[in-house]
């Protein structure tokens, strides 16, 4: 059974910096993974997708990369904005269409 | 594209009562799921539908829950009859799925605002 975890829990950094979230599971059979942000009160706003024989992606100031054979995705934000607070949910989907999200990293920017 | 529409965004309802969740996919998409999100739990995929027929409902709760999609623009979820325990946030999510031969590729997904639901 695939588990997702992310890494840390919550996180409170100043404007401007550089952040990394990590993301871990347990099943490296994955068809791709994918990278949310959800603000409080609303949906989920899909950010980077990374298809499972790609390594990375980039979108602006976000760039997430991806090692099956560690189990692991992280998702770097450069140049922080208070406007990048929010929950950041990495969720792996299995050949079956199976779909697992982890538990989030709550990111706080502090202007 | 307006993105996928669900509907209503809140919903208020008794116990005992039907409740019936709407969601219209992004046109052309060929995959339609539901989820759930609350805070003990989390996200949790309920069902999803391929060219909408269901193919895995293996996340839906119990018996209470039931899921249709007539046509492609076009899905409910409907809950029946709720309970407290129903309470959480609705998210319904679209994506493409693409073939190439026999390669399969699968877009990414775009979700709906959701349906906050309380059950009283």
């Known amino acids: 059974k695939q588990e997702v975890t992310q890494i840390p829990a919550a996180l409170s950094v100043p404007e401007g910096e550089n952040l990394v979230l990590n993301c871990s599971f347990t099943d490296s059979a994955i068809y791709n993974l994918q990278w949310f942000r959800q603000d409080p009160g609303k949906g989920l706003t899909s950010l980077l997708l990374i298809q499972s024989s790609q390594r990375e992606q980039t979108s602006g100031r976000l760039n997430a990369s991806l090692d099956k054979s560690s189990g692991r995705s992280t998702l770097y934000i450069a140049a922080s904005q208070p406007g990048d607070s929010a929950t950041y949910l990495c969720?792996?989907?299995?050949?079956?269409?199976?779909?697992?999200f982890g538990p989030g990293t709550r990111l706080s920017v502090l202007p | 594209d307006a993105g996928v529409i669900q509907s209503p965004r809140h919903e208020v309802t008794e116990m005992g009562q039907e409740v019936t969740l709407r969601c219209k996919p992004i046109s052309g998409h060929n995959s339609l799921f539901w989820y759930r999100q609350t805070m003990m739990r989390g996200l949790e995929l309920l069902i999803y539908?391929?060219?909408?027929?269901?193919?895995?409902d293996s996340g839906m709760p119990e018996d209470r829950f039931s899921a249709k999609m007539p046509n492609a623009s076009f899905s409910t979820l409907k809950i029946q009859p709720s309970e407290p325990r129903d309470s959480a946030v609705y998210f319904c999510a679209s994506s493409l799925v693409l073939w190439a031969g026999e390669t399969r590729r699968q877009e990414a997904q775009y979700f709906g605002p959701g349906t906050r639901l309380l059950v009283l």
């Open positions: 969720a792996v989907r299995g050949y079956g269409q199976n779909f697992v």
């Open positions: 539908f391929n060219n909408n027929v269901p193919i895995d």
